[in-house]
């Protein structure tokens, strides 16, 4: 009887929380991360960039096709549910890139208080937060974004160095020195957004700093 009870509890639970393939929107087993077409256009190695400064960064997918759709979905349709479905990803490029490194925190991008009440989650904390998770690792907010400056994605690459200067300061110095950090982000293109909180970061005289995007611009 608890059997059946037990069925019957997990095909509701089904029904009423439909888990979708955050790449293509099509409806997927509860205990799958994507659909099986989708996954057969994930690369097979991550991506490794470096951010301004010489801070290296790694992705598990090109910000293109279906991965580009799965980003603009989860920042502006409101699929934050996504966070959980996408991190799996990123973690599988932290664990490889970073195999022989070890990390006290996890940390994100802020954003500006404004642009977080327009949208309501910073996506970059969202997939920070479930990282830190799979990971088994602490989560901390150490960044606080001080100027809504203009957005990296509506100015040239070669202006966006100078856009994020002064924007990003530190919430509490005694949390970051000494820390080994890993910081979270949805996109690297130029690399001038991580860049800037990886120095700012450096200033307050942390430890090693690497990153992690779930994509990467081929773009610049």
Known sequence: MTHFIDKIYSRIKDFLF??????????IEPNKKCCDKCKKEFPKFPFVRYATGGY????????????????????????????????????????????????????????????????????????????????GMEYGNLLVKTKKNKTQHSIKAAERAKNVIGVYSPIDRNLIKGKRILIIDDI???????????????????????CCTLCTSLLL
């Open 18 to 27: 439909t888990v979708r393939c955050p790449y293509c929107g099509k409806v």
């Open 188 to 210: 690297i293109t130029t690399g001038s957004t991580l860049g800037e909180c990886a120095r700012i970061l450096n200033k307050c005289k942390c430890g090693e700093i690497c």
């Open 56 to 135: 290296i960064c790694t992705s598990p997918f090109p910000y293109d096709g279906i991965f580009r759709k799965a980003v603009l979905n989860f920042k502006f349709r409101n699929c934050g549910a996504y966070a959980e479905l996408l991190s799996y990803e990123m973690v599988r490029a932290i664990k490889d890139v970073y195999s022989n490194k070890e990390f006290d925190i996890v940390t994100c991008v802020p954003m500006h208080k404004d642009t977080l009440k327009e949208r309501g989650f910073n996506q970059a904390e969202l997939l920070a937060r479930e990282c830190a998770a799979l990971l």
